[in-house]
């Protein structure tokens, strides 16, 4: 559902990181850009509209003022959305792959 969110709404470059045996935070990260901070934080606020409506849950959201930068914590998947100059900054795939390099997430639009 995630994954069909962000390839719905247009996010670049969708890539999913499986986390276990990695750590206990999460079995996946998924890391997405879009084209602008206005683009992030509408992407973010839909999906955390989607997850809400599936789970019954309010994901946690943090970064959203700004729209550089948005977690969406949904409990067994953690997603980061990007600008794409912030995210070639913090660089998280390389961080989290741990020697595996990350998977472009199958069917999302901007997957190598």
């Known amino acids: 559902m995630i994954l069909d969110s ?37 992407m973010a606020a839909k999906l955390a509209e989607k997850i809400k409506a599936a789970t019954g849950r309010s994901p946690r959201v943090e970064g959203m003022p700004t729209a550089d930068w948005v977690l969406i914590d949904a409990g067994d998947v953690i997603v980061h959305l990007f600008r794409p100059e912030v995210r070639s900054f913090y660089n998280l795939e390389r961080m989290w792959a741990f020697g595996d390099s990350p998977r472009p997430a199958s069917g999302t639009a901007g997957a190598a």
């Open 6 to 42: 962000l390839d719905d709404d247009q996010a670049i470059e969708t890539v999913s990181i499986p986390l276990a045996g990695k750590s206990s935070i999460a079995d996946y990260m998924i890391v997405a850009s879009g084209r602008s901070s206005r683009q992030v934080g509408s």
